[in-house]
């Protein structure tokens, strides 16, 4: 009895470790396929695959900016679920029912030469996105998604082309949309990076153009809700209120025009990306609320509200 219970034991012991091997390599693939593609560096927080459930699933993954640009991460995803065909892979090819991908942050660098870190990715070439698919080196095993998920948190967008201190604006998209039929890798990521940013109303971008090269001019099958048109932000944050303030103020000074200040009111008056901002500072249990308003010629500008609270926020650090 007592060397079967330690037969037992030492099979649970083998199989736990070869499930954690298995997550490994699986990990490391994906990993690595990924930043062939796009051609920058890229982690996983974590990984688990069932095979009872036919299901994979992905925690904080994170690509980070390409070659040019200051450090930091380009996509947050806070979570990424996949129904996998496991028939399928027996035909040699990668079949998902159905893809879920939650992206927290998505944040747009603009460089010093005016250039924006999506276009600088490898799958964003214009050599790359025109090459035939006749032409181009076969997938050693093609992709297909019947459904996809795509739920979109919000964008930062960081200029530095007048300044290294750059001009944060923060969309709070929050919106979920629901697309069918991607057949390749690049249209993913290509889609993944561009959607959110059609979202926000992001102009300019090459990567507009070059992802339609490879088919990624989706309608989405089904959108929920989303959050536009408010002219103000708030969030409360784990720091005393002089230093909220304190913080809050030098933000303004640094990005616009201080109209006025009172640090026993809290409130301070100002102008910045030629909008018209009113910071509200309180004290309450747990720390200091901060809400800020924006505004240009009485249109809201949210993006300019929800920017300083996030330079704030970074300031606090």
Do not use: C, W
């Amino acid at each position: 009895m007592k060397k079967m219970l330690t037969a037992i034991v030492i099979l649970l012991i083998a199989l736990f470790i070869v499930g954690l091997v298995k997550d490994q390599i699986i990990k490391a693939i994906i990993t690595s396929t990924i930043e062939k593609t796009v051609g920058t560096k890229t982690s996983i927080g974590g990984f688990s695959l069932s095979l009872l459930t036919h299901t994979v699933e992905i925690k904080n993954f994170k690509m980070y900016n390409p070659a040019g640009f200051p450090e930091g991460l380009l996509i947050d995803l806070a979570y990424a679920k996949v129904n996998l065909d496991v028939q399928a892979l027996f035909q040699k090819e990668l079949h998902f029912k159905e893809l879920t991908v939650e992206l927290r942050e998505l944040d747009l660098v603009k460089n010093k030469q005016g250039e924006m870190n999506v276009d600088a990715l490898k799958v964003s070439k214009k050599r790359e996105a025109q090459k035939p698919v006749s032409s181009a080196k076969k997938e050693e095993m093609p992709m297909r998604i019947d459904i996809l998920n795509l739920k979109i948190g919000k964008i930062v967008s960081k200029d530095y082309t007048a300044s290294d201190d750059p001009a944060i604006n923060v969309h709070d998209v929050n919106i979920q949309k629901t697309y069918k039929n991607i057949t390749s890798i690049n249209q993913l990521i290509l889609l993944i990076l561009t959607e959110p940013m059609k979202s926000a109303g992001i102009k300019g971008a090459k990567i507009y153009s070059l992802a339609a090269l490879t088919g990624v001019g989706f309608v989405p099958i089904a959108v929920g809700s989303t959050i536009f048109g408010k002219a103000s932000n708030e969030e409360i944050l784990n720091f005393n209120y002089n230093k909220v303030y304190d913080a809050a103020l030098k933000v303004i000074t640094k990005s616009g025009t201080v109209k006025n200040a009172n640090k026993e009111t809290g409130v301070i008056n100002a102008e910045v990306n030629n909008a018209t901002v009113t910071v509200d500072i309180t004290q309450v249990d747990g720390g200091a609320k901060i809400k800020v308003s924006a505004r240009k010629y009485f249109l809201p500008k949210p993006e300019v509200a929800s920017g300083i609270i996030y330079k704030t926020k970074e300031e606090l650090k």
